[in-house]
């Protein structure tokens, strides 16, 4: 199934016969090839799976090496666990972002996921490292501790981002025989643990002071933010032509997001398009809105992989000049000021447009709205991370569990009552 090649030394052929000279020993006579005493001495050469030729070379006085390779290859074969030796040449770096770009990402997706990439992996692994070489428990270790060091003061659920985006890509390789084995798999390698905080929901006095305080042409913010649990971005897309008077929804379709400098409409987050139970009260401050300020129509480039190039949409809150606001944008100029004229102290990681989707969260919650529904309505990827994100909100059974119990060990003051 393979055979070792020397390429400096090959069987001598008689001129006038073409056959093989043989010695005294009726072995063949070698003689020395042009080859000889450049670049490598042996080849091993095989049939791969496919009927493709495989080779690999060696040094001279390296056939003890070359010979070991071949019965490696000749075991791999006959076990069915033939790899390439060679497919692991290919660059991390390079494969990686063939995986990225073959996947079913959003142009802002993809461009987060190569950023991540070039700041806290290639820097790590180099340009230059092949996949067969990332395969090191031990190089994962030390990635990890790199990417832990105070210096780049990342939080344990970046962490994890980055840790899941590689975990991937090398899970891919494996799957394309580019790696053996995936490190991050190994039960020594400790995935980064997540942080997580606490949602602090707004006392209603608060949603109704910066809803006061915020610039008029921008108080729907507040509004359908804590109304309807969009997020930001999509707040900003909010048009009053995805409102559905008859089922009294809110079609939630989009979101404005900036791409590479770019603002952008596109599907919202997952792509998880929505509807959303809306209230008669909302309607009305809507309404009464949309008499002072009608929509503005805006065409901008569409985020999608799937032919569209722009959308144009009746927003309903736009700068005077009939351009959205940006995000960041919204929040330097409007959003902090608002907290300035309402005297309230801003508290960077509780009260940014956030919080207005926590409220919603909050109060779907203490209505008895289900974890199901509740997840669907944020668009939120599984009901297990609603679940995780909001589960302290949940009013506890242990009024429901008392009684259940006290309804067969009935207290003593129950019974005496009841005598």
């Given at each position: 199934m ?12 008689d001129?006038?016969t073409?056959?093989?000279?043989l ?7 070698q003689?020395?090839?042009?080859r000889?005493g450049?670049?490598?001495?042996y ?9 493709s030729?495989?080779?690999k ?13 071949k019965?490696?290859i000749?075991n791999?074969l006959y076990?069915?666990?033939y790899r ?9 770096r390079?494969?990686?972002m063939?995986v990225l ?13 190569t ?8 820097p ?7 996949l067969?070489?990332?395969e090191s ?5 030390k990635w990890l ?6 210096e ?5 659920t ?8 590689v ?5 891919a390789a494996?799957?394309?025989e580019k790696?053996?084995?995936n490190?991050?798999k190994?039960?020594?390698?400790p995935r980064?643990?997540?942080?997580t905080k606490e949602?602090q ?9 910066v809803e006061k ?7 729907p913010?507040?509004v359908?933010g804590a109304g ?6 999509e707040v900003?897309?909010?048009?009053p032509?995805?409102?559905d ?10 979101q404005?997001v900036v791409i590479?400098g770019?603002q952008?409409?596109?599907?919202p987050?997952?792509r998880k398009v929505r ?6 009260g909302?309607l009305e401050?809507i309404?009464?809105?949309?008499e002072?300020?009608p929509?503005?129509?805006v065409t901008?480039?569409?985020?999608e992989?799937?032919g ?6 009746n ?6 000049s009939?351009?959205?606001y ?5 929040h ?9 004229a ?5 508290v960077?990681d509780r ?13 779907m ?19 297990a ?5 909001y589960t302290?909100?949940m009013?506890t059974?242990?009024d429901?569990a008392?009684?259940?119990i006290?309804?067969?060990f ?9 005598a």
């Amino acid at each position: 199934m393979a055979h070792i090649q020397d390429r400096w030394y090959s069987d001598k052929i008689d001129p006038e016969t073409g056959e093989v000279v043989l010695d005294a020993k009726n072995r063949p006579v070698q003689e020395r090839t042009k080859r000889y005493g450049k670049g490598a001495r042996y080849r091993v050469r095989w049939t791969q799976p496919d009927m493709s030729e495989g080779s690999k070379v060696f040094p001279d006085k390296k056939l003890g090496a070359a010979k070991e390779f071949k019965t490696k290859i000749e075991n791999e074969l006959y076990a069915g666990v033939y790899r390439d030796p060679n497919a692991g040449k290919e660059a991390f770096r390079s494969y990686a972002m063939q995986v990225l770009k073959s996947r079913p990402l959003g142009e802002s997706s993809l461009n987060t996921m190569t950023s991540q990439l070039d700041k806290y992996v290639f820097p790590f692994f180099g340009d230059d490292r092949s996949l067969d070489a990332c395969e090191s428990s031990d190089l994962a270790r030390k990635w990890l501790a790199w990417l832990n060091d105070s210096e780049r003061n990342l939080s344990g659920t970046y962490q994890r981002q980055v840790f899941d985006l590689v975990l991937s890509i090398w899970d891919a390789a494996v799957v394309d025989e580019k790696m053996r084995l995936n490190p991050l798999k190994k039960a020594t390698i400790p995935r980064p643990k997540a942080t997580t905080k606490e949602v602090q929901v707004w006392p209603e006095k608060k949603v109704h002071a910066v809803e006061k305080a915020i610039e008029d042409r921008f108080r729907p913010a507040v509004v359908i933010g804590a109304g309807l649990g969009l997020r930001p971005g999509e707040v900003l897309a909010f048009s009053p032509d995805n409102i559905d008077r008859e089922k009294m929804v809110y079609r939630c379709t989009r979101q404005l997001v900036v791409i590479k400098g770019v603002q952008k409409f596109k599907l919202p987050k997952g792509r998880k398009v929505r509807e959303i139970p809306l209230g008669y009260g909302l309607l009305e401050k809507i309404d009464a809105y949309l008499e002072k300020y009608p929509p503005v129509a805006v065409t901008l480039p569409w985020g999608e992989r799937d032919g569209q190039a722009f959308e144009t949409v009746n927003l309903l809150m736009t700068k005077p000049s009939g351009v959205p606001y940006k995000n960041q944008s919204f929040h330097m100029g409007v959003w902090l000021p608002a907290f300035v004229a309402a005297g309230l102290a801003y508290v960077a990681d509780r009260d940014g447009m956030h919080a207005l989707r926590h409220l919603f969260a909050s109060l779907m919650l203490s209505r008895g709205v289900s974890i199901k529904e509740l997840s669907a309505y944020l668009g939120h990827s599984s009901e297990a991370f609603t679940l995780r994100v909001y589960t302290h909100l949940m009013e506890t059974s242990y009024d429901r569990a008392r009684a259940a119990i006290d309804s067969v060990f009935r207290p003593a003051a129950d019974l005496a009552s009841a005598a």
